[in-house]
């Protein structure tokens, strides 16, 4: 028995020696070791034993088991090991691929925007996109006749009410969603309306009759102009990351009182003057005010309690100079060489 | 609008320190928007006085000759066309490089084989007149080499505002207003010009005639003055009349339209001159129905009642405020002729000047509501300007002036502390009293209020509340001025709104694991793609003024935009996956108010979510369609469904075959499909493309009121799984084979599908479905009893969809 197992011992070491590759190995392996292979069988056959003698034999056994065993691990390491240094593997090759989608670019600045004002504690809001021509204009303090009207190019549509007016539009600005807030929130409120507008306008590589606005609305007891400005400016800082250089003016719409423009230094020129900025040096990028009486009245809040700012971001524009896309019928294309691109 | 630097100084000091670039950037800051500042003299860049030294024959052309032109730094060659050129002239050169007044470059050119550096100038290209017979001959004072705007001595720097930033500002649609502002801001003087010109007097030579007015309705026209002014000779203005009306944009025409165009540019207030011998008394009144009127412009118009004329006892003469009529018009016989300086409704002149697409620079002064007062300033203007420029002519009329208007001039209450709190910054009463003053308002302190008073210019509609005197103080302190704070609120968490974070969900999980691009398409389609779409627009919301023929009508599905898309993406891409969220309108009345009543509502709204897949045949589309529908479903914790959809949810360029009725529990939320081959050919789609559109609001119902989240322990039990595979006919459904499976016992818990295969081997018209079936119950079930129950099912397989069980 003893003599027998010695044998194997030796046969398998001098075996193991030999093996040149891990397929001849894993041969062996079965060959000697599996369920099966002469080296089990011969161990098999200590269970007849009884006594000292399986006492002396198991225990030899056992030591022979484990010099196989090592043997074998280090020839497999060692086969495994010269593989490794023989074959090469070129690391430069690409992984296995996962496709990406794309959010649209507006979507995207949209999004920076709106983590700026949700830290600020502002509410999201969303309104009609064809919208009556009572909260598009009449709430705003733009009654039918307002001369205002013609500052904005609206979309009407084919309906007429008793006194024969078009009192539908697509809405020509987010502002609407200014009453339609307070008449459902009241005060105090803070909000941003990111959404569509639409002007009727012949579309070239500057003008689109669809894009987007952000609108802004904070109504509180005591706020101020001033309030208004500091937040324009955090806004911006915000936006591009960076401090940039404003500067405030007046503006007039119907539906603020007073009404500013913020202007921010070109960022394409730096405020040396280029065709970007019409050589002034200043992009228009935000318009704002103090909500009109009349507004506040609209949305049935009391402006002898309330005040309020509120203001438009003009986001395509500033999706636009964010990346530098010189052509505005891209937003709405389609086209995948442009949106892949964010 | 433009203003000249010139004409603004008539009535306001200007310091000589401050640029004309400051000038503009001064008013941008604190009145209005200047979108240019252009000196005239850069009209005439590279424009320059030469001297002829010679004409020579050019070789090659019999019409032109060749001149040496000494333009002091060196003498250039220049071919000339014109006949009137000899040694020994001085004439305006436009260099290399120049770009005259009529659009034309001046480039280096050969002609005819001759080299010529340059152009002589004509006096139409110079833009200085209309004739083109020869070249412009200077006189003996030009100096060679001397640019030409020194020449012509022009200095003149011209602003151009943006009118929409003075929509709500009457006053400040004319030099005179202007300047008012500027005095202001500069903290200067209004001059001498500006304070004689405020105190009108009208002064009558003779009071020959009577001029009689009746204004029917004073609402429509507050004020009408009118003077009689004979001895009038019609002919060109004098030049300093025309260059400044050229300056701002106007083209001289005759003495007394220039000069009531020139008080128009200098006050505001819009004038009109009647040719007397063609008028009879002057009537104020409402247009009768169909009314017609041949206005100046050559054009029969007709009117109706709510449009208000000028007539006489016979006809009408003038539409109010908007244009004149051709049959009183001043011409190269008139002699004696009526003066208007009126004031019109707003409203009134708004509405015909739309009605009838004519938009004077008249009726948009009107429009903006101007200062009853204006009248008399302007009339009193125009007679001494008219005497003036016609020596001759004098006013022999009475000053007819009928009005009946009434201004609310305040006093508006200014507290002090609220204007400080309003404004977030303190400036000192004595600053708020001086800029108003500066502004024309009167004060009236009484210690913690001001008591201003309108002025009139600023009544008729510009300034009623203390919001508005607000803007006034703050805008010529500047803004920029301001001490800048943050709001100081009550701390809140805002308010979240359920659509708007689904929204933002479905974009992440679409653009993130299922790997699509988002587009945002238009809102609008137009009848050329629905109709090869098949799809019936007879109900589509259509706008009443479109402005391109693909964008007519609203859209009522996303789908078709998104088709455009793959037409758009097709030659470059295998496999386009996009999606979109946006509106769709329907035409039937929505919930979303219409009025602050809230009783009307809007036209339904609502926003979807469309994904198209497009590829190969062999990409299986539609299988991936659904694949997205599924991922994106298990992200929102939900359990989708497909039934097979009636001709209700099929749309019209579907393939019929391929159309599932996409659910959530027993909500339909929308639909799957592919779109039918034909179809597809129509609008030049090569690819199969499948489509899903789903309802956000339909999607949001199934998540609504829906708890948190709960964890659900491991089972204790171990699963027993057995795999079960039959051939049934094709047109078994899966989702009943399913159903019944999982409605079999209740220790299956799960079914899973794991494979399909249709034809082949298991013979035509039949498909081979595989599932792994999950036994699971409270206890360790025994194989014996998973057997059974395994057993018990197939035969129901078999009796219920005559299913043929194969063996694994």
């Known amino acids: ?342 | 609008m433009y203003l000249s630097l010139n004409w603004l100084k008539d009535f306001v000091d200007i310091p000589k320190k401050i640029t004309p670039e400051e000038l503009g950037l001064k008013l941008t800051m604190h009145t209005v928007e200047i979108d240019s500042v252009q000196k005239q003299s850069d009209k005439y860049k590279n424009v320059i006085v030469g001297k002829i030294l010679e004409v020579n024959k050019h070789p090659n052309a019999d019409k032109l000759r060749l001149a040496k032109v000494d333009i002091k730094k060196e003498v250039l060659d220049i071919v000339c066309g014109a006949p009137n050129i000899e040694p020994g002239q001085l004439v305006p050169v436009a260099l290399v490089g120049a770009i005259l007044p009529n659009g034309l470059e001046i480039k280096e050119a050969e002609i005819r084989g001759q080299k010529s550096c340059g152009m002589l100038c004509a006096e139409d290209e110079l833009g200085l007149g209309e004739d083109h017979a020869g070249i412009l001959i200077l006189n003996e004072k030009s100096k060679i080499g001397q640019s030409f705007a020194e020449y012509l001595k022009i200095e003149d720097v011209i602003f151009e505002v943006d009118n929409k930033s003075i929509t709500n500002r009457p006053d400040l649609w004319s030099h005179y207003g202007m300047a008012r502002d500027i005095a202001t801001f500069l903290r200067t003087n209004t001059t001498k010009k500006f304070e004689q010109f405020s105190k009108p007097k009208i002064k009558v030579d003779a009071e020959k005639v009577k001029l009689e007015v009746t204004v029917e309705d004073f609402k429509l026209c507050p004020r009408y003055m009118g003077v009689v002014m004979e001895g009038i000779k019609i002919e060109s203005s004098p030049k300093w009349l025309q260059d400044r009306l050229i300056s701002v944009g106007v083209r001289p025409i005759n003495n007394i339209v220039d000069a009531t165009n020139y008080v128009m540019f200098e006050l505001g207030q819009p004038l009109h001159a009647f040719d007397q011998s063609l008028v009879g008394k002057i009537i104020v009144r409402r247009a009768k129905e169909k009314e017609e009127i041949e206005t100046l412009d050559g054009v029969k118009r007709q009117l109706d009642k709510n449009d208000l004329v000028i007539a006489d006892s016979k006809k009408a003469i003038a539409i109010a405020g908007v244009m004149g009529g051709a049959n009183s018009e001043i011409n190269d016989n008139t002699t004696t002729i009526i003066l208007e300086s009126a004031n019109f409704d707003f409203v009134s002149i708004r509405k015909t000047s739309q009605k009838l697409g004519l938009r004077s620079e008249a009726s948009m002064r009107f429009e903006k509501s101007l200062d009853p007062n204006l009248c008399e300033i302007a009339l009193s203007r125009a007679v001494n300007l008219i005497k003036e420029i016609c020596p001759k002519s004098k006013l022999v009329s009475n000053v007819a002036d009928e009005k009946n208007f009434n201004l609310n001039q305040g006093p508006i209450e200014l507290d002090l502390s609220w204007l400080n709190n309003f404004i977030g910054d303190v400036i000192k009463k004595e600053e708020v009293i001086d800029i108003l003053n500066r502004l024309g308002f009167s004060c009236e302190d009484k210690n913690e209020e001001i008591f201003v008073t309108v002025p009139t210019w600023r009544a008729t509609k510009d300034i009623s509340i203390r919001e508005d005197l607000a803007e006034e103080v703050a805008r010529i302190y500047g803004y920029d001025n301001l001490k800048l704070t943050m709001p100081q609120v009550a701390m809140s968490a805002p308010e979240t709104i359920p659509e708007k974070e689904l929204v933002d969900k479905i974009k992440n999980i679409l653009s993130g694991g299922a790997s699509l691009s988002e587009v945002y398409n238009y809102s609008f389609v137009g009848e050329e793609l629905l109709r090869k779409l098949n799809i019936d627009f007879s109900k589509h919301i259509r706008l009443a003024n479109p402005i391109a023929a693909q964008h007519t009508m609203l859209r009522q599905n996303l789908a078709p935009n998104l088709f455009l898309n793959i037409k758009t993406n097709q030659p470059r891409y295998d496999i386009v996956k996009i999606f979109e969220i946006g509106n769709v309108y329907l035409g039937m009345t929505g919930e979303i108010a219409k009025d602050g009543g809230g009783e009307e509502k809007l036209p339904y709204q609502e926003k979807r979510l469309g994904i198209v897949i497009a590829g190969g045949v062999k990409d299986n589309v539609f299988a991936k369609a659904k694949g997205v529908i599924e991922y994106l479903m298990a992200n929102l914790d939900l359990n989708v469904e497909y039934n097979v959809a009636g001709s209700e949810v099929t749309p019209p360029w579907a393939n019929k075959n391929k159309v599932a009725k996409i659910k959530i529990g027993q909500r339909v939320i929308g639909f799957a499909s592919v779109i039918d081959k034909k179809v597809a050919g129509g609008l030049g789609i090569k690819k199969e493309c499948a489509v899903v559109e789903v309802s956000l609001k339909e999607l949001l119902e199934t998540i609504k009121g829906r708890g948190d989240k709960r964890y659900k322990e491991f089972d204790k039990f171990p699963p027993v799984i057995r795999d079960l595979a039959f051939v049934v006919n094709e047109k078994v459904l899966y989702n009943d084979i399913k159903n019944e499976i999982i409605n079999f016992h209740e220790y299956i818990k799960e079914v899973e599908l794991f494979d399909v295969f249709q034809g082949g081997k298991v013979g035509e018209g039949n498909k081979n479905l595989a599932f792994h079936i999950i036994y699971q119950a409270d206890r360790t079930m025994t194989a014996k009893e998973v057997d059974d129950l395994q057993q018990k099912l197939i035969k129901k397989m078999e009796e219920k969809f005559e299913a043929k069980v194969r063996d694994f």
């Open chain 1, 1 to 342: 028995m003893k003599e027998q197992l010695i044998e194997i011992k030796k046969n398998i070491l001098d075996a193991l020696n030999d093996v040149k590759d891990l397929a001849f190995l894993e041969k062996l392996e079965k060959k000697y070791l599996g369920r099966k292979g002469e080296f089990t069988q011969a161990l098999r056959k200590l269970a007849q034993l009884s006594g000292e003698a399986k006492k002396e034999v198991g225990s030899l056994a056992n030591e022979i088991k484990k010099d196989i065993e090592k043997k074998f691990v280090e020839t497999r390491n060692n086969l495994e090991g010269k593989t490794d240094k023989k074959g090469f593997i070129d690391v430069t090759l690409p992984g296995e691929k996962i496709e990406r989608g794309h959010l649209h670019p507006i979507t995207l600045v949209q999004r920076e925007l709106e983590d700026i004002f949700k830290k600020m504690g502002f509410m999201f809001l969303d309104g009609p996109e064809l919208e009556s021509d009572y909260f598009c204009f009449e709430a705003l303090n733009i009654p039918y006749h307002h001369p205002a009207r013609d500052m904005q190019d609206t979309f009407y549509i084919d309906h007429k009410n008793e006194k024969g007016e078009f009192d539908l539009v697509m809405r020509t600005h987010t502002s609407p969603v200014q009453v339609r807030a307070m008449l459902k929130y009241g005060a105090p409120l803070r909000c941003i309306a990111p959404g569509r507008v639409y002007r009727c306008e012949a579309i070239d590589a500057c003008h689109e009759h669809t894009f987007d606005q952000m609108e802004g609305l904070m109504i509180d007891k005591n706020i101020s102009l001033d309030n208004l400005i500091a937040v324009m400016k955090e806004l911006i800082n915000g936006i591009f990351g960076r401090k940039i250089e404003t500067r405030v003016r007046p503006g007039y719409f119907p539906f603020v009182e007073p009404g500013i423009e913020l202007d921010i230094k070109c960022t394409i020129c730096g405020g040396t003057g280029c065709p970007s900025c019409k050589h002034s040096g200043w992009l228009e990028l935000l318009p704002a005010g103090m909500v009109h009486p009349n507004v506040l009245k609209y949305g049935g809040v009391d402006p002898n309690v309330y005040s309020g700012f509120a203001f438009g971001l003009g986001f395509t524009r500033l999706v636009m100079m964010r990346y530098g896309i010189g052509d505005i019928r891209f937003f709405n294309s389609g086209d995948l060489r442009f949106l892949e691109q964010f």
